[in-house]
């Protein structure tokens, strides 16, 4: 079991950056395959970016492209998701997720998650 706690949501203006960041509880956190998640009202939760276990793999979606940037400290058990140039379609609540597989976008393949942190970006 991992426990994983994400922070750094809030209320944003167009144009405007967030960090978010999960802390997992397991030591053994370098085994996890880390990724973030999103679900806006009324819509299926949807791949955001992911980082392989080493980290030398990292993938986006392509909505998030350019403006998003996943990293992660093994040494700290933790994974951010820096996010410049918000725009309001990024409002959703975001969720940090591990992996036991080596590598996956897909929900299904995620174990554990966290508790989400809603990001609101206004126009």
């Known amino acids: 079991q991992v426990q994983l706690v994400e922070s750094g949501g809030g209320l944003v203006q167009a144009g405007a950056s967030l960090r978010l960041s999960c802390a997992a509880s397991r030591r053994t956190f370098a085994v996890y395959t880390m990724g973030w998640f999103r679900q806006a009202p009324g819509k299926e939760r949807e791949f955001v970016a992911g980082?392989?276990?080493?980290?030398?793999?990292?993938d986006y979606a392509d909505s998030v492209k350019g403006r998003f940037t996943i990293s992660r400290d093994n040494a700290k058990n933790t994974v951010d998701l820096q996010m410049n140039t918000l725009k309001p379609e990024d409002t959703a609540v975001y969720y940090c997720?591990?992996?036991?597989?080596?590598?996956?976008?897909?929900?299904?393949?995620?174990?554990?998650w966290g508790q989400g942190t809603q990001v609101t970006v206004s126009s």
């Open positions: 980082v392989s276990r080493g980290g030398s793999r990292r």
């Open positions: 997720a591990a992996s036991r597989t080596a590598w996956s976008s897909g929900s299904l393949d995620y174990e554990y």
